[in-house]
């Protein structure tokens, strides 16, 4: 994996959505599956999506070597506002997952969906990403790793 990459589903945090739900509206946008690898349900209960071998659809144009996990929630509710609505057991669980993901692959970059290029006016994932990324990075003693410009240049076809 080149990226590890935080979304959030926009959903209203009164809304238990679950992986189901959005494999539903993926698939009724023609998608072949749900296009993230992992959702984080309100509770904390992580579900698997697209099986990480399989390129997912999370990031447009930027979607090969890209795991994508979700969040559910992160509208304000009841608008269309981005909020910082997460339960503290989602983001203890993004902790504990991301530490899985970064130990398996420590060169993928994690980001958040609004960090590449072209999607940077989206409210996606609706947190201060790039606090929790250096904050995750400083407990390993870590730098963030620097994008290579390389990386972000190229355009996959998957949707
Ligand atoms: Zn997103």
């Avoid at 023609?30 to 509770?43: A, S």
């Avoid at 506002?81 to 997460?86: A, L, M, R, S, Y």
């Avoid at 969906?113 to 606090?131: L, M, T, V």
Wanted: glycine share 10%.
């Amino acid at each position: 994996m080149r990226f590890i990459t935080i979304h959030a589903s926009a959903t209203y945090p009164s809304m238990d959505i679950d992986a189901a739900e959005i494999r539903d509206w993926h698939l009724s946008r023609g998608w072949r599956d749900i296009g993230y690898h992992e959702v984080i349900r309100r509770d904390g209960t992580v579900e698997l999506g697209r099986p990480a071998d399989q390129t997912g659809a999370h990031v447009g144009g930027h979607n090969t070597g890209n795991y994508g996990i979700c969040l559910v929630g992160g509208l304000k509710q009841g608008t269309k506002i981005p909020e910082d609505n997460f339960t503290p057991a989602q983001y203890a669980k993004l902790r504990n997952r991301m530490l899985a993901h970064h130990t398996r692959w420590p060169e993928a970059i994690i980001m958040g969906h609004n960090g590449f290029p072209g999607h940077e006016a989206r409210g996606c994932p609706c947190f201060d990403w790039r606090a929790w990324r250096d904050e995750f990075l400083a407990e390993l003693r870590e730098e963030p790793i620097q994008l290579p410009s390389h990386w972000l240049d190229e355009v996959d076809v998957d949707r």
